[in-house]
């Protein structure tokens, strides 16, 4: 089954301690997403790569860093510059210009013990 | 300034009930719109989305939504909810580019009583 695969689903981080959270795809998708999820904030957009060796930063990047190495991965790192990282994270991917919409991983919890 | 709002945070009906979720949009241009709904702990699953054409848009489980340019809005539809239902829901905007990004409301929780 194609689809994307976000792990692990739960994570905990000492305080000064840098995390990677994993996001593996085989729909063969070009562009790749993270977003982080807070109560009542909806989604915020914190990095995204449209091609393989390529990434912007979204809305919310600072401690945070990605690399885009192969078009199946985009691991995300939260750096201990991330203040406060406890969050939900949600890996997503879109299509080609014609199918515009986003497939979303299962998320990672983070949570800083 | 993008962006989208869900005026209603929470939101109780009965099982059974007719349901709508407001969301409205503040876009530069005609957006392609979305409505997404996650269970506890989970992604997100896309409901429906508006591209172009007939601004009434058929989605699965037995949602629409109805496009109104007019009021910049995009409002979700069910007549008869289930107690499947109860979730949170979220409206979303994106430009029609092939770079543009999708800009998310704060989402609405849905619970049902029986």
């Known amino acids: 089954d194609g689809g994307i695969t976000q792990s692990p689903k739960y994570l905990f981080r000492k305080e000064g301690q840098n995390v990677t959270l994993s996001c593996e795809q085989n729909?063969?998708?070009?562009?790749m997403y993270w977003y982080r999820q807070d109560p009542g904030q909806g989604l915020r957009l914190i990095y995204y790569s449209q091609i393989v060796n390529d990434f912007q930063k979204g809305d919310i990047a600072e401690g945070y860093s990605v690399s885009r190495e192969k078009k199946e991965s985009f691991p995300l790192t939260v750096t201990s510059a991330q203040k406060n990282p406890t969050a939900f994270y949600l890996c997503?991917?879109?299509?080609?210009?014609?199918?515009?919409?986003?497939?979303f991983g299962s998320g990672t919890r983070l949570t800083v013990v | 300034a993008q962006s989208v709002t869900q005026p209603d945070i929470h939101i109780t009906v009965s099982e059974g009930a007719s349901l709508e979720l407001r969301c409205n949009y503040s876009y530069g241009a005609t957006p392609y719109l979305f409505w997404y709904v996650q269970s506890p702990g989970q992604g997100l699953q896309l409901l429906l989305k508006y591209f172009s054409g007939d601004t009434l848009v058929q989605g699965i489980k037995g949602f629409e939504a109805e496009f109104k340019r007019s009021q910049s809005s995009f409002n979700l539809r069910k007549p008869s909810v289930h107690w499947s239902d109860a979730a949170e829901y979220f409206c979303?905007?994106?430009?029609?580019?092939?770079?543009?990004?999708?800009?998310f409301g704060t989402g609405t929780l849905l619970a049902v009583q029986p």
């Open positions: 979303a905007v994106g430009g029609r580019g092939a770079t543009n990004k999708l800009i």
């Open positions: 997503a991917t879109r299509g080609g210009a014609r199918s515009y919409g986003y497939t």
């Open positions: 729909l063969n998708h070009d562009a």
